[in-house]
């Protein structure tokens, strides 16, 4: 299970990448694992400030679909439009290529909420 140390980690299973003000979200590698093949992913909220743990969009995978959750409160900037044609990168490369959208956070010190690596880790029993 790779569980990279520079990124923060919502109980939701969603991670941030923290880029000065803003950030990108995706989901971790575990959730990826969980949901099977994905092959679609729905998100309309570019522009739409979302408070955290509020839906952002929704993942579609072969057996199941999910709710995407933000984790910190924030403006959407950006949509990874290459998940258009190519969902499948959230399971390939999900702290990569598979990164869902950007954000203008709106309150950096929600980051505090979040896990570092090592306490979802924990979380994960692994």
């Not at 003000?21 to 979302?50: K, M, N, R, S, W």
């Not at 709106?106 to 880790?121: G, H, I, R």
């Amino acid at each position: 299970m790779n569980i990279p140390q520079n990124l923060k980690y919502s109980d939701d299973h969603e991670w941030l990448r923290i880029e000065g003000e803003e950030a990108y979200v995706g989901i971790t590698d575990f959730a990826q694992h969980e949901l099977g093949d994905i092959v679609y992913v729905d998100v309309d909220t570019e522009g739409e400030e979302i408070a955290a743990g509020d839906a952002f969009g929704s993942i579609e995978a072969v057996k199941t679909v999910s709710d995407l959750l933000m984790p910190v409160s924030g403006t959407v900037l950006e949509i990874n439009a290459a998940l258009e044609d190519n969902a499948a990168a959230i399971n390939s490369d999900p702290y990569g290529e598979g990164w869902i959208i950007k954000i203008k956070m709106s309150d950096a010190s929600q980051v505090n909420n979040l896990k570092d690596a090592e306490e979802y880790t924990k979380m994960l029993g692994l």
